[in-house]
């Protein structure tokens, strides 16, 4: 699973990493902001959801909550962006007692070795 | 040497991230490396705010970027959504939303994600500076 990351044409892609949830903090939503900015500048974008930032694509969101708007419309978005490659850590999916069938959207899952080698194939990362 | 590009997430004095982007900045320049961007963002625009008044014994920070951007011409760079949002507004800023008052002045810039974008892109390292 992992050679998917070694692509020689996604080097320059720019990958998103995600790490928070999608309440209690803008963590999520300023990263995936960025994603969106990025990608309609032409940017070849990648997105990495990693530890509790794999709820970020649980499926049955509400919105409203909290008085905040959520981030799962954001999400919706990234077809529209050409944001199409969607990492996520099996492992912390497997923390969270969670599988890719919760998940709102297509994704590909990454063991702790295939993170690490997306991380090295990909030199221009920011991380949220 | 290298051309630098600082992202700064934290708040001022609440972490410690956002004097460590600052030491961090005086360091390299000392050393003779570029220091050209740093982006404000997050909870980091706060360090732009013209309005901290901070104990007359602590660093103040908002000056300490001020002199960065004067002596080093470093582009100080403000998110203007996440600023908008955190009350780190400019005077045109505070014009177009009806404001009474600002709280950015140069050399801190409000601008678009698209810089931050930018500046990923067109310096050798960007180093980013969490709470």
Request: glycine fraction near 8%.
């Amino acid at each position: 699973m992992t050679d998917t990351t070694q692509s020689a044409s996604s080097s320059e892609a720019l990958l998103i990493v995600l790490r928070h949830p999608p309440h209690g903090s803008s963590w999520l939503r300023e990263g995936i902001d960025v994603a969106l900015v990025a990608a309609a500048f032409g940017r070849e974008v990648e997105l990495l959801f990693q530890g509790d930032g794999v709820f970020a694509l649980l499926e049955g969101q509400a919105a409203g909550a909290l008085d905040q708007k959520g981030t799962h419309p954001q999400l919706k978005m990234l077809e529209m962006y050409d944001i199409e490659r969607l990492w996520v850590s099996q492992r912390d999916l497997d923390r969270r007692g969670l599988t890719v069938d919760d998940l709102m959207l297509p994704v590909t899952t990454l063991d702790p070795d295939g993170v690490a080698a997306l991380h090295a194939a990909r030199p221009l990362s920011l991380i949220f | 040497m290298l051309s630098y590009a600082l992202l700064v997430h934290a708040a001022p004095y609440s972490t410690q991230g956002a004097l460590s982007a600052l030491r961090f900045a005086e360091a390299a320049i000392a050393r003779g490396h570029r220091v050209e961007t740093v982006f404000f963002y997050h909870d980091g625009v706060h360090n732009a705010s013209t309005l901290m008044a901070p104990p007359q014994d602590e660093v103040h920070l908002g000056e300490r970027w001020k002199r960065l951007g004067e002596t080093a011409q470093t582009a100080l760079l403000v998110c203007v959504a996440a600023g908008l949002r955190r009350g780190i507004v400019d005077g045109t800023e505070a014009t177009r939303h009806d404001l009474a008052q600002y709280s950015v002045e140069p050399p801190f810039e409000l601008t678009g994600i698209g810089q931050l974008v930018d500046a990923v892109l067109t310096h050798d390292r960007l180093i980013t500076f969490p709470p």
